[in-house]
Each structure stands twice: as structure tokens, then as C-alpha cells.
């Protein structure tokens, strides 16, 4: 937090907390460290105690505002901000005030009613259900310096498996409760690093009222939530995630925001956050969007993505719903959008906006990993904005997401009929810096979970889930999983209890855990795997044709390195199968989903192998295996 405060005097011009360029850069939509301006921020004596609290807030048509909180009884008046000239910003100071004091904004609006909101810029909050902001600094003193330089840079070339969760449900107390940020910090950094994964990604962790939101309606951007304890708490968590090489994301929201009374909305009674109209509704979720043509609103949004990643050190953000910014017509039906001023669906600020933002964000932070959930076409999101791009660093695969499962939910007997749905994705694989998600969205809501989407009786649904995931984990493109995916869970993702940790008293379910495990290591310690996931350089089809089969074959590069792939997605045992090869080669098996450590049968596949030369598939040599039904085998090259 600033400490530019200390020694300052109360009621003197000299070094005036918000000064004329402050003004300026806040009302271009250019200011972007507005958290240094606005909000609650400390006065420190030349001790370095905290003396008291000045208070700032950006309310332009409000007649008049107060701050209010325990110490005048919740009473409008009794400390009355002034106005910073004609800017819309009130300020005040109050002095002793402490650490962890609940306050909010009266503001009067033009039609002499009073209405008490949560500070945007609050740093905490209290636990929900009550709702007022509270003071907050501390002086937390990090220990991630050494992860920094070692892991501080982007993982364009780099693995990247990334472990989603909800930190409210991925594990609780005995007795069912939610535990802490630092109850939560070791475990997991403990389970990420000895299951392989190089990031975690969090669900939404800004302030929000209702546990049922997930975290994806805010209303404290500013404020990681009271839930699993303080601002501090969570820097410890991030820390120790950092001391185990874990690189944490967190899932972060500029495209809407909560319609509660104590929120953003209608903040000094007017639209001041929100769009007006069609272009604020967002319907589908019943929140209202951001008016992202305000040059106040973007120095609010774009200060807060630089707030999480300076304050908390976070190694990135995933941007939720760049499409719902993207399209003015995004969830709303014929006659409930306006187009823009030339005629489309495009939301020109919006573009514009998330361009400045990357911008930004680069600028700052060369090595953030800044990910766009983009569900449509929209071109070039991660070709850099010079370049004519969005500026994003990577982009869900939301095609070969629901490409592939689309497949793997067909029975068999008919899975040649729609063989392209594996393979369409390679027409584009390289257009985009993608991530393959299977996220929190495929387990909800009646779409089942990633296990019981297979298709197929028990045993088929293991076996299937293990060869899928084989597959995911070869093809091009950075991974995530969502919790308990891992654990091949029935049950779909339940936000109000931890997921199904007993299942792993089962050999079934141990073999899916162990095999991601295994997967998780292949995959970074093979640079062939990621090393060339935005090129054809490294990536070969041997066969991506016997749909009769229903068998994908393919090579994975990186200089000399070489990985050999080969997929059957029928129950059907293949003796004698011949692969296509583009060179003569000697291969060794180094994973079989269908090994027993992983619950599977043990058939006995092909350990060794060398090509021949005959004219197969295509390519100028072959190489004899025999393929596992439902299963995914995964060969080096050793010559």
C-alpha cells in the first residue's frame, strides 16, 4: 500500500493526496494505479503509526456523501466528505482510526434519498452476509523472490498444466466448514507439486455476497474475500504456492458485476459503473455490464487487474466472458441489443478496452500469463495488439473442448461417423496460443462430469476418460483440469462441499489418479510435448484417417526428441495394428493407460519396436503395435 502518506498534515495544500494529474489521467480512463488514489488508504505519523484514514470516492452526481461506520453510529453527516474540485471525487480524513474498522459511503442522491454503498476500492470486506468495507494495511514481507527470477517468465515454450479449483469446496474441515487461506495454502501446495502441475487457477476470489455466484458476480473488486480470511492471509497462500514452483491464476471479472443494493449499481444514482440500457442488462446472469466507454470505468478496471498482480503477486489472470464484452448481443435475443455505429454486433470500447488492458499488463508485467475465455471465432485474441491483436497471452480452446467430448460421449459402434470431431481441431491449433480446458463449466448444471460423459458401462467410462485425457495431454496446447476430474468423480461439482477425496479408497479411482500423475510428469519432462505448441514443427500426423478404426496416430517434435502417439477409441482389441511412419525409427513404450498401476487391464503391449520399410498410411515406412481397446499408448524414440 502507498505509503506516500506518511508525515502528510490534514488540511493543508501541501502534497495534496489527489492532485491535478490524479484528476487528469482518472478522467482519460489512463490512470492506472487508481487504487493509490481512491478508497480507504492510511496516514502514517513520522513514527510510521497509523494516525487515521483518508478516504476517497468517485460519486460525480451525488449532492452529498459522508463516510459512516461504528465510531458516528452509522450517521450521515457526521463526517461529510468534500468535493476535489469539479472532478465527481469526495474526499475526507478521519483521524484514529485503526486497522480492520467497517465503514461505507452515504450518498444522497438527487431525489433526497440516502443509500449506504461498500467502497469500490475497499482492500476488505466484511464477511458476508453483513457487507460494509473495511480499513485495511499490513506490511507483509514476501519470500517468493527466488521463485520469481526462476519461474518469472512467460510459458509460451514452456509445460503449462494448470489445476483448477474452487477454494471453497476443494477441501474443507471435518466438520464441513471452509478453511482459510493459510489452512488451505500448504495442502495444496503440497498436492499441486507432487501431482505434477506447474499452475493452479482459482475460481473468482474478488468479494462477492452469495457462495452460489461461485465468485463471478462481484462486488468488492478490490477485496480477496473475507471468507477464507484477510488480504494478508491470502498473500501468505499465494507465497506458499510460489515456495513449492506453483505459479497461481486467478479467474478474474471486467465484464459484469452484481446488481446488489450495496454494490456498484446505480452507485451515486445514476448509471456510473453500468451501460446504460440494453447495453447494461446483462440478462442472461442478471447482472449489469460495465459501460467500458467511460474513461473512469476503465481506469477503475484496468488499476484492478494491476492491483492483483502488483499486490498479490499473482502470475496471471484468466479474463471470464471476453466474449459477453466482445458482442453487443452476446445472451440477448433479437430486439434486446443495439448495434454499433456501424451497423455490428462488435462492442467497439470493449475491443479497445481489452487491447489497453494487455497493453498495460505487459508493460508492467512482461511474464503475466494473461488468458482469454473467448467462446467464439473472434480472430487474432492472442497476436499482440502492434499486430492487429487482442493482445491476449493465451485462449481457451472452447472448440476442441466441445469437439471432443461431443465424441467421446458417442457410443463406439458409431464414433467413425464423426472422426472429425479429434481432428478438426489440428485445422486451427496453431492460430491461437491455446490452453485445453476442461473446466468447472463441464461439470455442472446437469452436463454431467468429464468420467460420466464417456461413454459406455463402468469399466468403458475409466478406460475412456484415461485415453481421452492421453490424447488431450499429447495434442497441441497448454492443459487444465478442473477438481476431481483427477479423482474420476459421478457427482458433479458442488460449491457448498469438498469434492469426493473417499474415492480414492477405490482401485478404479486410484488408477485415474495415478494415471494423471503420470500423465502430469510425461508430459514436463518431455519438452516434445509443449516445446512447439504453436507450430507444425512439432507435431506430425501418421494417421489422422482410419475412422473405420477409429484409431489416432500421431508424432510429437522437439529437435531430436520424438513422442509417437497412437489412440484407440473402441473397446476393440488391435493386434497387429501399422502405423505409418515418416522415417526409419526405434521406439520404446514409456506409457500404457492400460498398465495395472493405473487400474487397467495389464494387456501386454508392444514394449519395443522398429520400423520397416513399407508404404503405409501415406509415409514411406511402418511400425507393428498392438493397441489396447479404449486406450492411449505413448512411445520414445530411442535411435
Given at each position: 500500500m502507498d505509503k506516500a502518506l506518511q508525515g502528510w498534515k490534514p488540511g493543508t495544500d501541501e502534497g495534496r493526496l489527489i492532485g491535478p494529474l490524479d484528476v487528469?489521467?482518472?478522467?482519460?480512463?489512463?490512470?492506472?494505479?487508481?487504487?493509490?488514489?481512491?478508497?480507504?488508504?492510511?496516514?502514517?505519523?513520522?513514527?510510521?503509526?497509523?494516525?487515521?484514514?483518508?478516504?476517497?470516492?468517485?460519486?460525480?452526481?451525488?449532492?452529498?456523501?459522508?463516510?459512516?461506520?461504528?465510531?458516528?453510529?452509522?450517521?450521515?453527516?457526521?463526517?461529510?466528505?468534500?468535493?476535489?474540485?469539479?472532478?465527481?471525487?469526495?474526499?475526507?480524513?478521519?483521524?484514529?482510526?485503526?486497522?480492520?474498522?467497517?465503514?461505507?459511503?452515504?450518498?444522497?442522491?438527487?431525489?433526497?434519498?440516502?443509500?449506504?454503498?461498500?467502497?469500490?476500492?475497499?482492500?476488505?470486506?466484511?464477511?458476508?452476509?453483513?457487507?460494509?468495507?473495511?480499513?485495511?494495511?499490513?506490511?507483509?514481507?514476501?519470500?517468493?523472490?527466488?521463485?520469481?527470477?526462476?519461474?518469472?517468465?512467460?510459458?509460451?515454450?514452456?509445460?503449462?498444466?494448470?489445476?483448477?479449483?474452487?477454494?471453497?469446496?476443494?477441501?474443507?474441515?471435518?466438520?464441513?466448514?471452509?478453511?482459510?487461506?493459510?489452512?488451505?495454502?500448504?495442502?495444496?501446495?503440497?498436492?499441486a507439486q507432487?501431482?505434477?502441475y506447474t499452475h493452479v487457477e482459482l475460481l473468482p476470489l474478488a468479494e462477492h455476497p452469495y457462495d452460489g455466484s461461485w465468485g463471478y458476480q462481484v462486488t468488492g473488486f478490490y477485496a480477496p474475500t473475507s471468507r477464507y480470511g484477510t488480504p494478508e492471509d491470502f498473500k501468505y497462500f499465494v507465497d506458499t504456492l510460489h515456495a513449492k514452483g506453483i505459479g497461481v491464476i486467478m479467474d478474474w471479472v471486467p465484464a459484469h458485476f452484481s446488481r446488489d443494493e450495496h454494490g456498484l449499481a446505480l452507485f451515486d444514482g445514476t448509471a456510473l459503473y453500468e451501460a446504460e440500457g440494453d447495453r447494461g442488462d446483462q440478462k442472461q446472469w442478471g447482472t449489469l455490464k460495465f459501460n467500458l466507454e467511460r474513461p473512469e470505468v476503465r481506469s477503475f478496471l484496468i488499476s484492478n487487474a494491476l492491483y492483483w498482480l502488483s499486490e498479490y503477486h499473482l502470475d496471471g489472470l484468466r479474463v471470464d466472458a471476453v466474449s459477453c464484452m466482445l458482442y453487443l448481443d452476446y445472451g440477448a435475443r433479437d430486439g434486446e441489443w443495439t448495434p454499433n455505429e456501424h451497423g455490428g454486433r462488435e462492442n467497439l470500447a470493449a475491443v479497445e478496452f481489452i487491447k489497453r488492458l494487455n497493453t498495460e499488463v505487459y508493460a508492467r508485467f512482461p511474464n503475466a500469463i494473461m488468458v482469454a475465455e473467448e467462446s467464439?471465432?473472434?480472430?487474432?485474441?492472442?497476436?499482440?495488439?502492434?499486430?492487429?491483436?487482442?493482445?491476449?497471452?493465451?485462449?481457451?480452446?472452447?472448440?476442441?473442448?466441445?469437439?471432443?467430448?461431443?465424441?467421446?460421449?458417442?457410443?463406439?459402434?458409431?464414433?467413425?461417423?464423426?472422426?472429425?470431431?479429434?481432428?478438426?481441431?489440428?485445422?486451427?491449433?496453431?492460430?491461437e496460443n491455446f490452453i485445453l480446458p476442461l473446466s468447472h463449466d463441464e461439470c455442472v448444471h446437469g452436463k454431467k462430469t468429464i468420467l460420466d460423459k464417456m461413454?459406455?458401462?463402468?469399466?468403458?467410462?475409466?478406460?475412456?476418460?484415461?485415453?481421452?485425457?492421453?490424447?488431450?495431454?499429447?495434442?497441441?496446447?497448454?492443459?487444465?483440469?478442473?477438481?476431481?476430474?483427477?479423482?474420476?468423480?459421478?457427482m458433479e461439482w458442488r460449491y457448498y462441499e469438498d469434492i469426493e477425496w473417499e474415492l480414492l479408497r477405490y482401485e478404479t479411482h486410484r488408477g485415474i489418479y495415478s494415471f494423471v500423475r503420470a500423465l502430469n510428469r510425461l508430459y514436463r519432462s518431455n519438452p516434445a510435448l509443449w516445446a512447439e505448441d504453436t507450430s507444425w514443427e512439432g507435431f506430425v500426423w501418421c494417421n489422422a484417417d482410419d475412422a473405420a478404426a477409429s484409431v489416432f496416430t500421431f508424432l510429437r517434435k522437439c529437435g531430436t526428441e520424438q513422442l509417437l502417439i497412437a489412440v484407440n477409441m473402441t473397446p476393440v482389441e488391435r493386434y497387429d495394428y501399422w502405423v505409418g511412419m515418416p522415417e526409419q525409427s526405434a521406439w520404446e513404450l514409456v506409457l500404457s493407460s492400460e498398465d495395472k498401476a493405473f487400474g487397467g487391464s495389464g494387456f501386454e503391449a508392444v514394449e519395443s519396436a522398429e520400423t520397416d520399410e513399407h508404404e503405409t498410411a501415406g509415409h514411406k515406412n511402418r511400425l507393428r503395435l498392438n493397441l489396447p481397446g479404449l486406450s492411449v499408448l505413448i512411445y520414445k524414440r530411442t535411435d
Open positions: 487528469y489521467l482518472f478522467r482519460q480512463g489512463t490512470h492506472f494505479e487508481a487504487y493509490n488514489m481512491l478508497g480507504a488508504r492510511p496516514v502514517f505519523n513520522s513514527t510510521g503509526q497509523i494516525d487515521g484514514y483518508y478516504f476517497a470516492v468517485w460519486a460525480p452526481n451525488a449532492v452529498r456523501v459522508s463516510v459512516v461506520g461504528d465510531w458516528n453510529d452509522w450517521q450521515p453527516g457526521a463526517d461529510a466528505m468534500e468535493p476535489v474540485g469539479d472532478s465527481g471525487i469526495w474526499e475526507k480524513y478521519i483521524a484514529d482510526i485503526g486497522v480492520g474498522w467497517t465503514y461505507k459511503f452515504a450518498l444522497e442522491h438527487r431525489d433526497g434519498s440516502v443509500h449506504y454503498k461498500a467502497d469500490p476500492f475497499a482492500r476488505f470486506a466484511q464477511l458476508r452476509p453483513e457487507t460494509a468495507s473495511r480499513t485495511w494495511y499490513d506490511d507483509y514481507k514476501w519470500h517468493d523472490g527466488v521463485y520469481r527470477i526462476k519461474h518469472g517468465k512467460a510459458p509460451y515454450n514452456e509445460p503449462m498444466s494448470i489445476y483448477e479449483l474452487h477454494l471453497g469446496s476443494w477441501v474443507r474441515s471435518e466438520k464441513g466448514e471452509m478453511l482459510s487461506y493459510r489452512d488451505i495454502a500448504d495442502k495444496l501446495a503440497a498436492y507432487d501431482n505434477g467464439t471465432d473472434y480472430p487474432r485474441v492472442t497476436a499482440p495488439v502492434p499486430d492487429g491483436g487482442l493482445g491476449f497471452g493465451f485462449k481457451w480452446n472452447m472448440g476442441w473442448m466441445n469437439d471432443t467430448l461431443r465424441y467421446m460421449e458417442t457410443d463406439p459402434l458409431f464414433r467413425s461417423g464423426r472422426h472429425g470431431l479429434m481432428t478438426f481441431s489440428m485445422m486451427y491449433a496453431f492460430n461413454n459406455g458401462d463402468y469399466w468403458q467410462k475409466f478406460a475412456s476418460l484415461k485415453a481421452y485425457l492421453g490424447y488431450m495431454y499429447a495434442h497441441p496446447g497448454k492443459k487444465l483440469l478442473f477438481m476431481g476430474t483427477e479423482l474420476g468423480q459421478f
